[in-house]
């Protein structure tokens, strides 16, 4: 059984500072991870994705990844009320076709 | 932009009924999705396809069926709907390629079955 694990919190920053999450998986093969945004009553929608080893970097959000210890992260620096969302770690394994598979989500609360 | 849409945003059915979910995608996306999301379980995949009638079970298919006849056409049924598929229903599609992944999903079907 192929797993993806997350911590479901919630998860309260203040605002303004470093949110980070936490993502697991089983399988060695896995070939791409991503991190979806899913505000309460709306569908998930891609922030950040990544491939390789090391960090990834997009405005105030920073996905790392670490393929020997199986975890990827996802870093959001000076985190406002308007990141308050449940966040999902997916993955995509390698061989066969593209099929996701997503973790259960951490719900962040950024505090004002 | 890419436009998933779903057919119904709310359905209540009764236990029994047969239950079809419809989802159609405008980009020419090889590869369709449906999964279901439940409080604290996450999305969890039912069916997938990645061509013209062709499918593939996922995670947990049990008491589903998907049909694709068209490319831009990814259909759910259930054939006699029980009250522990009430949950919200997301379909999604992507395109096949070495770089892809991003799911593209639907505004979701939510389900009650009384």
């Known amino acids: 059984q192929k797993e993806v694990e997350q911590n479901s919190g919630p998860l309260s920053v203040p605002e303004g500072a470093i949110a980070s999450l936490n993502c697991t998986y089983s399988?060695?093969?896995?070939?791409?991870f991503f991190w979806y945004r899913q505000y309460s009553g709306k569908s998930p929608e891609l922030i950040m994705f990544?491939?390789?080893?090391g960090d990834k970097e997009d405005g105030r959000f920073t996905a790392q990844l670490n393929k020997a210890s199986q975890y990827v992260s996802l870093l959001i620096r000076d985190s406002q009320p308007s990141d308050s969302a449940t966040y999902l770690c997916?993955?995509?394994?390698?061989?066969?076709?593209?099929?996701?598979?997503f973790g259960t989500g951490t719900k962040l609360q950024v505090i004002p | 932009d890419v436009k998933v849409t779903q057919s119904s945003r709310y359905l209540v059915k009764r236990t029994g009924e047969k239950v079809f979910l419809e989802c159609v995608q405008d980009?020419?996306?090889?590869?369709m999705f449906w999964y279901r999301q439940d409080p604290g379980l996450g999305l969890r995949l039912i069916y997938f396809?990645?061509?013209?009638?062709?499918?593939e079970k996922g995670d947990i298919p049990e008491g589903y069926s998907v049909s694709r006849e068209k490319k831009e056409r990814f259909s759910l049924i259930l054939e006699s709907a029980s009250t522990n598929q009430t949950s919200m229903y997301l379909c999604?599609?992507?395109?096949?390629?070495?770089?892809?992944?991003?799911?593209?999903f639907g505004e979701g079907s939510r389900l009650t079955v009384l």
């Open positions: 999604a599609s992507t395109p096949t390629g070495a770089n892809t992944g991003e799911l593209f």
């Open positions: 399988d060695r093969g896995s070939q791409s």
């Open positions: 990544i491939y390789s080893n």
């Open positions: 997916a993955v995509r394994y390698s061989g066969g076709y593209q099929k996701v598979t």
């Open positions: 980009m020419d996306h090889e590869n």
């Open positions: 396809s990645y061509d013209v009638k062709m499918k």
